[in-house]
Every structure is written in C-alpha cells, then in structure tokens.
C-alpha cells in the first residue's frame, strides 16, 4: 500500500525531506533551476517505493497526500496519475547537495524589510527567521496577511489555504514585526525603508489583469475574472462590485485554473458554497444568479490549454454539472508528458459523456480567439473567431476575462513594461545594492503557492551572499525610529496580535452559521475586529 498526492497539492514540498525512502518527485532545488520554473504542476509519490510510513501525510500542509484505501471515488484517478509518473520516469536517487544551516548572526547587524505578505513574502521570512539574530519587518497594505491564499484561492478549496498555518511560527516569533494596514509608497517611502533596514525584499506580487485588446471592451458587463475572484473572496478593494447574472450563459476568456474557480463558484449550487469561506454578498447573490451555462474559450488548443489535470479533472464530479468537450478538439496522444497525456485523457472521457437533461454546464471551446464585445451600454455577447467556423456571437451578458496577470511599477525600482516584472539576477534587484523580489513581481504570474518557496530561497540566498561580501553592512535607524516615522506619517499597523484578533471574529461568526469563517470585508471592519 501507498500513499497518494490529490489535487491539493500546492508544490510547497515540505513533505520531501521528511521521506525516509526519497520516493517524492520531482525534487527541484533553487541552486540548480530557475526557480518558479515548473516541471510539473504537482509532486508525486512512487508506489513501488513507499514504505506506508505516513511521514509525508504529516507534514503536507494543504492535506493533499491520503492513504490509497481511504481514496474518495473523486480522487482515485490520482493513484494511477502518480503512478503513470513513475513509469515515465523511474525514481532515481536526489543527488542534490542540501545547503548547510547558517550559523546565527549578531543581534542587530541584519534587519530586512519584506513588502507584501502573501506566500512568496511569508516563504522569504521563514527562510530569514530560521537564522538566529535576524530581524524581519513584514508590510502589508491591508490589515490582513497572506495575499491571494486569502483572497484569491477558490472558497471551495479549504485544505489549499490551510497552508497558512506553517507561518503562525513565523509571525509568531519575536524577531518578526508586523506591519498590516501599511502601504508602502504611501505611509512609507522605497527610502524610508533602506533607511530602516539592511535589505528589502519586494514580494508584492502582479496586482493588475491584462486587457483582452477588442472593441467594447469597455462595456459594462465585461469584468477581469480576477476583480469576480476578489469579490467572492471579500477582498475590500472588490467587495463592492456588482455583477450581471441574471443570464443564462456566462463566458470566460483564458482555460487557467482561474478560469475553472470561477466556473466552479458561478455554477455551485447554495449548500455547496454556504459551507465554504465565500463572501456573505457573494452567497447572496449567486443565490438569485439566472447563470445555467459557463462556456470557458481559449486561443490555442487543449494540449496547451493552461489549467491543471488535477483541477480539469475534479470539474467531472461536479454535482447537476455536466462537463462539455468537443471530441474534434481532442488531439491524439503524441509524445506528450505526463501531466497533458492525463489531461487529453480525462477530456476524451468529458467527450463521451451524455449530457444530463436539467443539469448545468461547463462548456470548453478551443481554438476560439475573441473579436470584440457585442453590445450598445451593456455587453450582449462576444464576437468570436474559430478555425473550424469562422466568426460568431457567443450571447451572453457576462463576460470574465482571465488571460493572466501583470505586476505594477515599484516606485523607486526599475521596471520591465514588457513582462510587469522588477529585473532581476535571480532575486537581485539590477544595479540597486540591497534590494531584492521574489513571487510573481520576481518572475511573472506563473507557479502555484508552493513555487514560491523555491522561488523565495534562491532570492534569499542571493541576499546571504550579499551579507557575507559585507555588502549589506550600514549604520541603520533602529525599531523605534521606524514607529516614529509611522506615527507622524498617521499610519495605523495593525500588528500580528490585531490580526489573531480578526481571525478568532471571523472565525467565530462562522461557526454561528457550521461555515469556517465569515470574511469582515472592509477595511473599517477590519481594523474594528483587530481593536481591543
């Protein structure tokens, strides 16, 4: 028997080294790739090599690793996905050297400030904290921590944003200062924070979405897919906005595992989302929602379609939703990888299904590039280009577009306006001493939560070298003028103990109503929940 890697899997690889037997791959390493560079979207675990020792269940921080025999029949397809891996590439031994722990360092002679607190910040100060003596103030521009763990994981994936937990040592340590409801570039300045500290890291992340290009785009009723995930997640920038669902259809541009979160959540009926995290507004709303029919449109074919086996592959258990693929856009088996032989399985079998009367519909059309949005004040359909049919409207009155990313100027930082990304060797901000990326804002929208653990360790390592050359060393203000600063500058921090307060509120509203939490938001309840 053997243990299994589920669609949870977040790549964040804690459970590689606590592996007695090494069967756990694909084992990357920040010294020897790109890190944020894929291979695969998930790990997996050799069944011929698992000792049934139970290690890696422990330690998975997202509960994505179960016990074959306790396989729910939504997951079983995953026993045979890990093993196919390894029948492609037998297991062989990790020869990677594993870096030596740092010594600590003297009290006081390293303090870096980490903008942003989503995964890639958090993943960067616990690589710092687990040295002695470092210091690490964390600055977030909301009074809330953990970025899109919070706000832009899907309601329905609980175990995925459990990973949170890992960090409560880290925020919890006496050497961390946090600093929510700070915005730096506002209270502080670029300035202001090497004034204060030895280093910066900016793991800000890539806080706008890209344009589609096409006539009307600016019709209302035409919306970033991101701006519906930050309202169903009751970010405050985006609880406010209103969406049109009383149509039948709604369509999304871009096959991501963006696109099916907000298929899954349009398409979900009442009692599967009121056990979730989803914004109260949200559940009120698509209580009412008229939408009967997602259809989900990409460029370019399903071999590159850029959604994940494991989540194309949970859209087929999907209660009263039936999941629609043409059979013509299925191409045959070439030498594809693993992942994408899996992938053009799983939608061969979509294909052969017969649609249930009455059900629900998630709908993939490939191949199918958008022309314009159709409409006089309010979008009424998108104009589309197919190979096969030439132009047609696709009728619908909500149109979500969901084709990536892109990260924001840093004031005081250079600017790629090509890829939104700060440039950087590695982590290394060019031709600035001291300053460093990581996450999205490092690399570009692309990886999962757990990327940027690698991502955050090639970045810290560059920030170690830096220290070792001396580099880093300067006379620095201490903790208490960087409060001042604050304190005339009128910013509130709300602290890690404001935050602790804000969570047990929320989590005690949610138990009144069995659901894990219910989301304050706005900034003014927020900060109220995080007052004594």
Known sequence: MAYVITQNCCKDASCIPVCPVDCIRPAEHPDTAMAGSATTEMLYIDPNSCIDCGACFEECPVGAIQYEEDLPPELHRFKELNAVYFDRHPLQP???VVPAARAGVEPG????????????????AAELIDVDGVEVDVFERLPTPFGLIRAGVAPDHQHTKSVVDIFDRVFANPRVACHFNVEVGDALSHEDLLNHHHAVIYAVGAATSRTLGIPGEGLAGNHAAADFVGWYNGHPDHAGHVFDLSGRRAVIV??????????????????????????????????HSAIEEVVIIGRRGLRDAAFSVGEFLALGHLAGVDVIVDAADVPANDDDDVETSFKLDVAREYAQRTPTPGNKRIVFRFGVSPVSVIGDTHAEGLQVRTARN????????????????????????????????????AGKVVDMAGVYV????????????????????????????????????????????????????????????????IDAAERRQGRQLERPRVKFVSVEELLSAGRP
Do not use: M
């Open 390 to 425: 030439g132009t047609e409207v696709i009728e619908t009155s909500l149109i979500l577009r969901s084709i990536g990313y892109r990260g924001l100027p840093v004031g005081g930082l250079p600017y790629d306006d090509v890829t939104g990304t700060v440039p950087n060797a």
């Open 109 to 124: 002679s390293l303090r870096v400030a980490i903008v942003g607190s989503g995964p890639a910040a958090c993943y960067a």
């Open 94 to 96: 990790d020869t990677s």
């Open 438 to 501: 990581t996450g999205w804002i490092k690399r570009g929208p692309r990886g999962v939560i757990g990327t940027n653990r690698l991502c955050a360790q090639q970045t810290v390592s560059q920030l170690w070298a830096d220290f070792d050359a001396g580099r880093l060393s300067r006379d620095i203000g201490d903790r208490e003028s960087l409060d001042a600063v604050l304190e005339a500058r009128g910013a509130d921090p709300v602290d890690w103990s404001a935050w602790r307060a």
């Open 254 to 287: 871009g096959n991501g595992n963006v696109a099916l979160d907000v298929a899954r959540v349009l398409l979900s009926g009442h009692a599967a989302l009121a056990v979730t995290d989803v914004a109260a507004h949200t559940l009120d709303a698509l209580s």
